[in-house]
């Protein structure tokens, strides 16, 4: 049996919040696309079974779509239909006061008011939307959230029970001599600890290798770091993700990025791996050994 598709239809008033539904959702994992004319879906789902790769997707549908209503309901009934896609419906919605606040903060004209008052276009539409937000699954009224609240009410309603397989920490190795990584959100130093560099069989080894993975590790100065730095991690993870970050990454640096700090970030991408989706790169441990007056 082919494994079912996740759809979700983000549709609703102009100005109620798709915009930050749409991000959330990316940030959720999903395949996010905008405006997709409705009768396009069946040569979309074909593609996405042929690629094997897309498991979840959202699709934004609005009256910018100018046929929207009689082929959203033969799009929602042929995803219904195949038995392989399991398919929600997300209508965002505000008040009326809500949205011509809005529209007058941003200068927009309103899709359906170009020439006319904002309210005349937001009444149009609210008696065009009617019927689609009678069906939708899950009705969100962002009169008094913030961006962030909506987001956070997305992740509630729609994020996989198993919240950590959406979060995942980016473990880095570098090499200070070659300036520090602007993606980071958190740096470590180690160039306190002893340096493998001067011991003349390790010189030409990276901390992959065990022999300078064993002398970094075995260092007093070390253990006691590593312990400390490890439980420092495990107790701010949780927080980044309660507010609604999707990634993190360390970045661990030595003076020339081949030595110490690949050792440290090889033994932190083995210990939060068994909490967390980890993935563990090194940006220097390739430069020439000839370039590097120290590591």
């Known amino acids: 049996m082919a494994q079912q598709l996740k759809l979700v239809i983000i549709t609703g008033m102009s100005g109620a919040g798709k915009t930050v539904a749409m991000q959330s959702f990316e940030d959720l994992g999903?395949?996010?696309?905008?405006?997709?004319?409705p009768k396009l879906l069946p040569k979309f789902w074909q593609?996405?079974?042929q690629?094997?790769?897309?498991?979840?997707?959202?699709?934004?549908?609005?009256?910018?779509?100018?046929?929207?209503?009689?082929?959203?309901?033969?799009?929602?009934?042929?995803?219904?239909?195949?038995?392989t896609v399991d398919t929600s419906v997300l209508f965002l919605d505000a008040s009326d006061a809500e949205l011509v606040a809005r529209y007058k903060e941003t200068r927009r004209a309103h899709p359906l008011a170009m020439d006319g008052r904002v309210l005349d276009g937001i009444h149009q539409e609210r008696s065009l939307l009617s019927e689609m937000k009678e069906r939708a699954d899950l009705v969100i009224n962002t009169d008094h959230l913030t961006p962030r609240q909506l987001r956070e009410d997305i992740f509630e309603q729609f994020e996989n029970q198993d919240k950590q397989s959406e979060f995942h920490v980016e473990i880095l190795s570098f090499g200070y001599?070659?300036?520090?990584?602007?993606?980071?959100?958190?740096?470590?130093d180690v160039r306190f600890l002893p340096n493998p560099y001067y011991v003349t069989e390790l010189k030409s080894l990276t901390g992959r290798d065990p022999a300078v993975y064993d002398y970094v590790m075995k260092q007093p100065a070390t253990e006691f770091f590593y312990k400390q730095?490890?439980?420092l991690l495990k107790l701010t993870l949780p927080g980044y993700q309660k507010e609604g970050k999707t990634s993190l990454t360390v970045a661990i640096g030595c003076t020339g990025g081949q030595h110490r700090s690949v050792a440290i970030t090889e033994r932190l991408g083995k210990d939060l791996s068994q909490d967390y989706r980890v993935h563990v790169s090194h940006r220097d441990v390739e430069k020439r050994k000839e370039t590097v007056n120290r590591s």
């Open 51 to 83: 690629s094997g790769n897309v498991k979840k997707v959202a699709l934004v549908v609005d009256l910018r779509s100018r046929e929207f209503f009689d082929d959203l309901q033969e799009m929602i009934a042929i995803s219904l239909s195949t038995g």
């Open 47 to 49: 593609l996405v079974r």
């Open 177 to 188: 001599k070659y300036g520090l990584p602007i993606d980071a959100d958190i740096v470590m």
């Open 30 to 37: 999903y395949f996010v696309m905008d405006n997709m004319p």
């Open 229 to 231: 730095f490890l439980e």
